[in-house]
């Protein structure tokens, strides 16, 4: 089995260009590549990029790096109440946000990954959320259209991989990072120790290396 490409949190950071759609795991940082994404944010060409996301990160941490950074003209999350930053620049009209029901936008990735038109859900109806979108009735009961969310790249953490780019992770870290893995063209995992291919076994790799571009070995950053 060939080995997959490994890099540094810098080279990964060069894959991301202006206007790309970028998916970043984590809840509330758990789970998210926080050495890629201070690479990110320290480079000045990148701008005008629609993040998927959980939540905003917190004020300059994660996501919230690029947020400060100005980097971020989209924003597609759960929640952002945890960075004011990301308030501040909606009311100030430098970000445009879109904030889903969590359990939706998990699966609206799923979708996308798993090559779907979209998923029928019930979550939102009679609400704002429900605004802009196609109903659909089925058996006497409205349901949301709500479409795929797909990514240029994904930057997701995990806890150790092997050679082949079979990802395992730690608890709770894995979150939005195996649906995410599946929904990106590119897609770069920030790892904290990498072992021989075979080492994990089967049944614990949680996304298999057929999703995996790239890896980053954090100690390398």
Not at 9 to 15: C, R, V
Not at 17 to 42: C, H, Q, R, W, Y
């Amino acid at each position: 089995m060939a080995k997959v490409k490994q890099i540094t949190a810098k080279e990964a950071a060069a894959l991301v260009k202006s206007d790309m759609t970028v998916m970043i795991g984590g809840f509330m940082t758990n789970g998210t590549p926080l050495t890629i994404t201070e690479e990110i944010a320290k480079r000045d060409d990148v701008k005008d990029l629609t993040v998927v996301c959980n939540d905003a990160g917190f004020q300059g941490v994660g996501t919230g790096a690029l947020l400060a950074k100005g980097q971020i003209k989209k924003l597609i999350a759960t929640h952002v109440g945890l960075n004011k930053e990301c308030g501040q620049k909606y009311s100030a009209g430098e970000l445009d946000l879109v904030l889903q029901p969590q359990g939706t936008l998990a699966e609206q990735i799923r979708a996308a990954g798993a090559g779907l038109g979209g998923i029928l859900t019930p979550t939102g109806i009679g609400t704002t959320v429900a605004e802009g979108k196609q109903v659909v009735n089925v058996d006497g009961q409205d349901y949301l259209l709500e479409k795929p969310v797909h990514g240029d790249i994904a930057f997701i953490q995990g806890f150790v991989a092997d050679e082949s780019g079979n990802i395992r992770y730690k608890g709770s870290t894995r979150n939005f990072g195996y649906l995410m893995a599946s929904a990106a063209d590119t897609v770069v995992v920030e790892v904290e120790k990498i072992v021989p291919a075979g080492e994990i076994g089967p049944e614990y790799v949680e996304t298999p290396y057929v999703f995996v571009d790239y890896i980053v070995l954090k100690e390398e950053a």
